[in-house]
């Protein structure tokens, strides 16, 4: 059974940063692709950054684009999201995800994606 928990979120002035954590078990994640998404009520989950098994590569929503960024520590079995600059319009929950298939070609569509957390709520006030 795969488990991601998502953690790190929290309330945070706009300009401020927070570090996501995503640590997965049950399956150890070096070979796959990792990605964050975020959501708020009644909209889609739309993507934010992907990093692929050997973090050579990473690709970014263009509204976080500078602002974020994810990497991955595969002996921790732990992915990452560091969040600069934040603002008003960045607050969702946030969740991270796994394509459960080796070395996978990164994709943004979250139906790629196979193991999901539960979630770590992020906002941020003006």
């Known amino acids: 059974q795969v488990q991601l928990v998502e953690s790190g979120g929290g309330l945070v002035q706009a300009g401020g940063s927070l570090r996501l954590s995503c640590a997965v078990s049950?399956?150890?994640?070096?070979?796959?692709?990792m990605a964050w998404f975020r959501q708020t009520p009644g909209k889609e989950r739309d993507f934010v950054a992907l990093?692929?098994?050997?973090?050579?590569?990473?690709d970014y929503a263009d509204s976080v684009k500078g602002r974020f960024t994810i990497s991955r520590d595969n002996a921790e079995n732990t992915v990452y999201l560091q969040m600069n600059s934040l603002k008003v319009e960045d607050s969702a929950e946030y969740y991270c995800?796994?394509?459960?298939?080796?070395?996978?070609?990164?994709?943004?569509?979250?139906?790629?994606?196979?193991?999901w957390g539960q979630g770590t709520e992020v906002t941020v006030y003006s």
């Open positions: 049950g399956r150890t994640i070096s070979g796959y692709e």
């Open positions: 995800a796994v394509k459960a298939t080796y070395y996978y070609t990164p994709r943004r569509p979250h139906e790629e994606y196979d193991y």
């Open positions: 990093i692929n098994w050997s973090s050579s590569i990473t």
